[in-house]
């Protein structure tokens, strides 16, 4: 597997393959490539931290079928005191559904992680399962007196997770992370969402266990 920055020329295959990876994953259909589509114009965006994995050998191929992506954005937290302390987080990661489940993630991740580091980056927080995400050392932000924006304090939020990539960069410090909001675009904005999902081929949407608001 080679792992790249993603080129414009891989946009759309980039957007395809999150459409694949997530659809019928946490909603009926899903939005996670739109998001990408609109993000990477938006301020927030870190095109230095924009990876492809590609299938294939060879440090310097380009021409491989595209199995992964992730993408990096700036994000803030609020602290106590209501000034604002710079933070990072990542998403949508994406690999193909036929690579699912055989450590490609995990690999992709540890290595936009590891590059996050070099250039800086001291602390992210995203919402995941913990039971992958630890393996890349990601814990449960309240640990690190991180709150969710809209759950109380005192309450654990096992989806919201967090990891101090340079030591010492968070401190002691207490805040309320509040998600960037360029990854709403498709909520906000329905109508240019279905006009671009218009613009795929066809795929049935299905109301399935697991999903967000799922009632059987």
Not at 37 to 54: A, G, K
Not at 91 to 97: D, F, L, M
Request: with cysteine; glycine share 10%; charged share 25%.
């Amino acid at each position: 597997m080679n792992i790249r920055l993603e080129q414009p020329k891989d946009y759309r295959e980039v957007e395809n393959l999150t459409r694949e990876a997530f659809w019928n994953v946490y909603r009926p259909g899903c939005t996670e490539h739109y998001v990408l589509n609109q993000y990477r114009t938006n301020q927030d965006f870190i095109p230095d931290l924009d990876f492809v994995m590609e299938e294939g050998d060879g440090e310097y191929q380009s021409s491989g079928k595209i199995i992964g992506h992730v993408m990096f954005s700036k994000a803030e937290i609020i602290l106590d005191d209501g000034t604002n302390f710079p933070s990072w987080t990542f998403g949508p990661i994406s690999i193909h559904p036929d690579y699912k489940r055989k450590g490609y993630g995990l690999k992709l991740l540890n290595h936009a992680l590891e590059k996050a580091k070099e250039m800086g980056i001291g602390l992210l927080q995203m919402e995941g399962n913990i039971g992958f995400y630890k393996h890349a050392g990601f814990d449960l932000a309240c640990k690190l007196n991180i709150h969710y924006h809209d759950m109380p304090k005192d309450e654990d939020v096992p989806f919201f997770l967090a990891q101090e990539l340079i030591p010492g960069y968070w401190g002691n410090r207490e805040g309320t992370y509040c998600p960037p909001k360029g990854y709403f675009v498709a909520d906000e904005n329905p109508e240019a969402f279905e006009a671009y999902e218009t613009t795929f081929p066809q795929k049935e949407k299905l109301r399935l266990p697991g999903q967000l608001g799922y009632e059987e």
